[in-house]
């Protein structure tokens, strides 16, 4: 173009002649036509060529000529749009790559399983959840499906991919078994252009935990419904807006009389519960009800005691009270029985810790941690601390006696019998306990603790200690007379030739000596039968008190000369009835008592006085006298008084006897004494019935 254009301007300017010049114009104008219209045939080629690329309608004549199309410029217009629409199309493509990675994204992390499978049941692509739950990779692309997700066999419920070519639109299928996992399975078509089913979009969400858990909600529910038919407990449930019963369970209708279908839809108050209208403890007073003690009416309009609890619950987002009641009719009986237990229980804990409290005997009670839970009087007054409370192993610095405390911690870990010895004070006597521990058990044998029982022997031991000096006295007793009566009978058998007077003399000594064995042997005899329990018996008959005394004394002024005997009884005759050879026994045991206590002799004297009711005989002798322990143990058998003389020798017999002898004639004896101002012993005698032979009941 630029060529003929330089063309025209060369002949303008070398050819002048007009002629000529029109000529050439002429033949130029031509050339120029022709060309113009190359060159617009070009550019409208060219232009199309573009708009063809770039899927637009081509330039029809009429909508541009081609002088129009010259001046324009098409090609660089529409090259400059092609470049445009390049770059937009660039653009495009990289919001598609990023679209796409997004979509691979989603696709690959949402939590269900995605198939796309094409018409023919080939796999065409899954996702991550895929590989995971069927164990499958990138080799299945292009499998059947069912030989890869069903493993080549028909699931349970059906293909959900042939539903979805037979229905072609979406499809659900709730539970599809696979392997030992439930999933629920839906799919949707996907169609071309023509509106075939050119692939299948499966997707599998796994309900295998909702199975369970819908499996594990139905047995609950199925184990609830059936407490709540089986439990014994009344249930009924009551709607609070319209405060009426809408379902109770059978134990409910057994105590209630009413059957499931008379209570429901009727209001529980005035019904079933005796509350008025208005005043429902937890829907109108605001109260809570949990094992509260209340009634029920019954069908048979009686009112039965029941324990209530009644719990707010929601039900299909209604309000709901759920009440749950027991009839406590025979657990009141029992109440009341138990109450009476209780009290009876308590009656006899009261007598038995009365009668733990008042034995002798001292108690100590520990449980299994070795801690004082019982320690009764007996045992706080001889160990003088109370260990109620306290561990026995943290008590050692309340004992003054560390040997006495180790004893008893020794007793209450062991069960051997342990003695307790306290040694005597200024106030105190000394004392010897025997403590046995025995384990105290429950009724399975499990061990609960220890008992130690505190018995005082110091009575005991003290008899058998007067029994070893009595073993002692009573042969060292017997053995002076039978030495006597030994010698004086070898002296009668060695020599016949004795003077008939000094044999008389030994023949009257060893009588005399045989009967103070006698006395010794009856002595014996009647401390044994009371010992043993017999009872002494009485034969009583009318005595002159005068010269029954008179015969007891007349031995005593024979042989004791240095003593003075004065019998004191009114003139007048006392005549009593009485037991004469034991009562004898009573005055010559007393008076033998004067006589030895007062070896340096003197007055003793025996007083007698009536009284209304009985007699007194007094006798009172000017010996040495008893300090006041002594006196006090006088009657007590195997006692002596006076063990450090030598002199005052004896069995401990005597006066045990006397006592017996007065206590059988239903009298009573006492001492009044001094050391040093002598011993006065009083007898009180009361009138005996007219029967020949009397017994009152033998004490000890």
């Not at 199309?89 to 990675?101: G, H, K, M, S, V």
């Not at 692939?199 to 139905?218: G, P």
């Not at 009284?611 to 007094?618: Q, V």
Request: hydrophobic share 35%.
């Amino acid at each position: 173009m630029s060529s003929i254009l330089s063309q025209q301007k060369d002949a303008v300017l070398v050819e002048q002649e007009p002629e000529n010049e029109m000529e050439r114009l002429r033949r130029e104008n031509a050339h120029l036509r022709k060309d113009k219209a190359l060159l617009s045939d070009y550019i409208r080629s060219k232009t199309n060529q573009l708009l063809r690329v770039m899927g637009t309608a081509t330039l029809q004549p009429e909508e541009l000529d081609d002088a129009t199309l010259v001046e324009v410029d098409p090609i660089g217009i529409v090259a400059e749009s092609f470049q445009q629409v390049l770059e937009h199309l660039r653009e495009t493509n990289e919001d598609l790559d990023e679209a796409r990675q997004n979509l691979q994204a989603v696709f690959d992390s949402v939590g269900v399983g995605i198939m796309v499978v094409d018409a023919d049941m080939h796999i065409v692509s899954f996702n991550r959840k895929m590989r995971e739950w069927f164990d499958i990779d990138d080799s299945a692309i292009g499998k059947s499906c069912r030989g890869v997700v069903c493993d080549g066999a028909q699931p349970r419920n059906g293909c959900i991919f042939h539903d979805v070519m037979v229905s072609r639109r979406g499809e659900r299928c709730g539970d599809t078994v696979l392997g030992d996992r439930h999933y629920q399975a839906m799919a949707a078509p996907i169609k071309n252009a023509r509106g075939e089913i050119d692939r299948v979009i499966i997707v599998y969400a796994d309900i295998t935990d909702r199975k369970r858990m819908e499996d594990v909600l139905r047995e609950a529910q199925i184990r609830m419904h059936s407490i709540f038919a089986s439990v014994q407990a009344g249930i009924i449930l009551v709607d609070c807006e319209t405060r009426e019963i809408v379902h109770a369970n059978p134990a409910a209708e057994d105590i209630t009389g009413y059957r499931l279908h008379d209570m429901v839809g009727h209001p529980c108050q005035g019904f079933i519960c005796p509350t008025p209208k208005g005043q429902c403890p937890v829907l109108d007073l605001g109260e809570t009800v949990e094992r509260t003690e209340t009634e029920i009416l019954r069908a048979d309009d009686r009112s039965l005691p029941i324990l209530k609890t009644i719990v707010p619950i929601d039900l299909d987002g209604r309000p709901h009270l759920l009440e749950t009641f027991v009839e406590i009719t025979e657990l009141k009986h029992m109440e009341e029985s138990l109450r009476q237990a209780l009290t009876e229980v308590q009656s006899g804990r009261e007598r038995i810790d009365a009668i733990v409290r008042s034995i002798g005997d001292g108690v100590v009670v520990t449980d299994t941690e070795d801690r004082v839970v019982l320690m009764n009087p007996a045992a706080e007054e001889f160990f003088k601390v109370s260990l109620v409370g306290k561990n026995i192993h943290d008590a050692g610095s309340l004992f003054e006696d560390q040997r006495l405390y180790q004893n008893l911690v020794s007793a209450l870990t062991s069960s051997e019998t342990e003695d307790f010895h306290r040694t005597s004070s200024a106030r105190e006597k000394s004392r010897v306990l025997q403590g046995r521990s025995s384990v105290i058990r429950d009724l399975g044998g499990r061990e609960r603790g220890h008992v130690l029982t505190l018995r005082d022997l110091t009575r005991e031991r003290e008899v058998e200690r007067l029994k070893r000096e009595f073993v002692s006295n009573a042969g060292h007793e017997l053995q002076t007379p039978l030495t006597a009566i030994i010698g004086f009978s070898e002296l009668l058998i060695g020599q016949e030739e004795l003077p008939e007077e000094t044999r008389q003399e030994c023949l009257r000594f060893i009588n005399e000596k045989g009967e103070e064995l006698s006395a010794i042997v009856d002595n014996l005899l009647d401390i044994n039968r009371i010992a043993s329990g017999c009872r002494l018996q009485l034969h009583p008959e009318k005595c002159d008190l005068r010269r029954l005394a008179s015969e007891v004394l007349e031995p005593f002024r024979s042989k004791f000369i240095k003593h003075d005997f004065v019998l004191d009884f009114p003139p007048e005759s006392l005549l009593y009835r009485v037991d004469p050879q034991k009562l004898k026994k009573v005055l010559e045991g007393l008076l033998s008592n004067a006589v030895k206590f007062s070896p340096e002799g003197g007055k003793v004297r025996l007083l007698c006085k009536r009284l209304g009711d009985g007699f007194e005989l007094s006798i009172s002798d000017e010996g040495i006298g008893m300090a006041p322990e002594q006196v006090q143990r006088m009657f007590e058998v195997f006692y002596r008084g006076h063990t450090s003389n030598p002199a005052f020798s004896g069995t401990g017999l005597g006066l045990a006897i006397v006592k017996e002898m007065v206590d059988a004639h239903g009298g009573k004896i006492w001492v009044d004494s001094q050391p040093g101002q002598g011993t006065s012993f009083h007898v009180k005698i009361p009138l005996l019935d007219n029967s020949d032979a009397w017994s009152p009941p033998f004490r000890v």
